[in-house]
């Protein structure tokens, strides 16, 4: 089956920043996935005509990753990762599902790296694969 696919075949772009600038981007985006959830809040009651009421609640966010693992003097992405992990530092992320210089969209918040890890076989790059747990507000442009 055909089909259009605005982004097929580019690559994302991920940083994590201190601050609300880009930092350095991360190796090769092999792949990704932003999860945005809202719980609900059951109200039904004795007057809902036996159907379920429900208002929103609280919304959150998290953001996974497989990145290759490039280790140069201007790039450690594995340090960045490890050390705010362990850290507990809360870090900015930016996330653009495209490289191309227009059309993309682009989100970013704060929160923090929930989960890492780093794998690999000799015939194969090192990959990241990380989790960061939003806290607060998801941006979109």
Not at 39 to 62: C, H, K, N, Q
Request: charged content about 15%.
């Amino acid at each position: 089956m055909a089909g259009s696919y605005t982004f097929n075949g580019r690559s994302a772009s991920v940083t994590l920043s201190g601050s609300t600038t880009a930092g350095s981007a991360f190796g090769a985006v092999k792949s990704f996935q932003l999860t945005v959830s809202r719980a609900m809040i059951d109200v039904t009651s004795f007057d809902s005509s036996g159907w379920t009421e429900r208002y929103p609640s609280l919304a959150s966010w998290e953001f996974t990753a497989q990145t290759l693992a490039l280790a140069t003097g201007a790039t450690q992405e594995q340090d960045t990762l490890r050390s705010a992990l362990s850290s507990e530092t809360r870090k900015y992320l930016f996330v653009k599902n495209s490289t191309a210089t227009s059309g993309p969209y682009t989100w970013n918040g704060w929160g923090y790296v929930s989960g890492w890890d780093l794998s690999g076989d000799e015939s194969s790059p090192q990959i990241h694969n990380f989790t960061f747990t939003g806290d607060g507000k998801l941006n979109e442009s």
